[in-house]
């Protein structure tokens, strides 16, 4: 079955610098890629989200790459602020047979230190 | 009005303990989702709703029992649980008509069996 991995685990940063989180999932077929961000007792958001018929997708400060061939996706969020800090989730799914079930990274726990 | 609702936001429960788990969403979304998630971990998949049936339930033990009385509801019943059951259990709506795949969380309710 498709397995996603996500990296790194946790991820520090200054304030204002850029944080990159990356995920490799293994099943070609794959063609929807969404990151959630879950803060301290809140459920997760979606922030972001890729179709594979698409190499890029900006959304202010975030942005997400997706390499089909190596079978990569990134989120990318420059000019990092406090309220960014949480827990980032990578997700892939196949759709539309699949749109109910999102196949989860692990994690990446961002701190952005004042 | 993009919110879904979750009640109780805590609950403990003792081993021999029969309580219910509610889930309340207005986006007119017709799938809906239960998920369990442990402590840095990311959520797993329990059950879904399309249209108020029950689609997809991911060979969760019957100690958990879901029900859809209508298309903004949702519960979960709980019977027999164990202390390893004690989890975050996250209630999510989605559109079905693929106009959008983004899965809209409520903050969830702590469980802890004792």
């Known amino acids: 079955g498709e397995n996603v991995e996500q990296h790194p685990s946790t991820l520090s940063v200054q304030e204002g610098d850029s944080a990159v989180i990356k995920c490799t999932y293994s099943?070609?077929?794959?063609?929807?890629f969404p990151w959630y961000k879950q803060e301290l007792g809140k459920g997760p958001q979606l922030i972001i989200d890729?179709?594979?018929n698409v190499g890029e997708k900006k959304d202010q400060r975030i942005a997400v790459t997706l390499n089909k061939t190596a079978k990569h996706f990134s989120l990318h969020i420059t000019e990092t602020q406090p309220e960014d800090s949480a827990v980032y989730f990578c997700?892939?799914?196949?759709?539309?047979?699949?749109?109910?079930?999102?196949?989860w990274g692990a994690g990446t726990k961002l701190i952005i230190k004042p | 009005d993009t919110e879904v609702t979750q009640t109780p936001k805590h609950l403990v429960m003792g081993m021999t303990n029969k309580k219910s788990l509610k889930c309340e969403q207005h986006?007119?979304?017709?799938?809906m989702y239960w998920y369990k998630q442990k402590a840095k971990k990311p959520p797993e998949l329990m059950f879904v709703?399309?249209?108020?049936?029950?689609?997809i339930n991911e060979s969760v033990p019957s100690r958990f029992s879901p029900e859809c009385p209508n298309s903004s509801l949702l519960n979960l019943h709980l019977h027999a649980l164990q202390p390893e059951d004690s989890a975050l259990y996250l209630c999510?709506?989605?559109?079905?008509?693929?106009?959008?795949?983004?899965?809209?969380f409520g903050p969830g309710t702590r469980l802890t069996v004792t």
């Open positions: 709703y399309s249209y108020e049936k029950l689609s």
């Open positions: 890729i179709r594979s």
């Open positions: 099943d070609s077929a794959s063609n929807y």
């Open positions: 986006m007119g979304h017709r799938a």
């Open positions: 999510a709506s989605s559109q079905e008509d693929r106009s959008s795949y983004e899965q809209y």
């Open positions: 997700a892939a799914s196949l759709l539309p047979r699949g749109n109910y079930q999102l196949i």
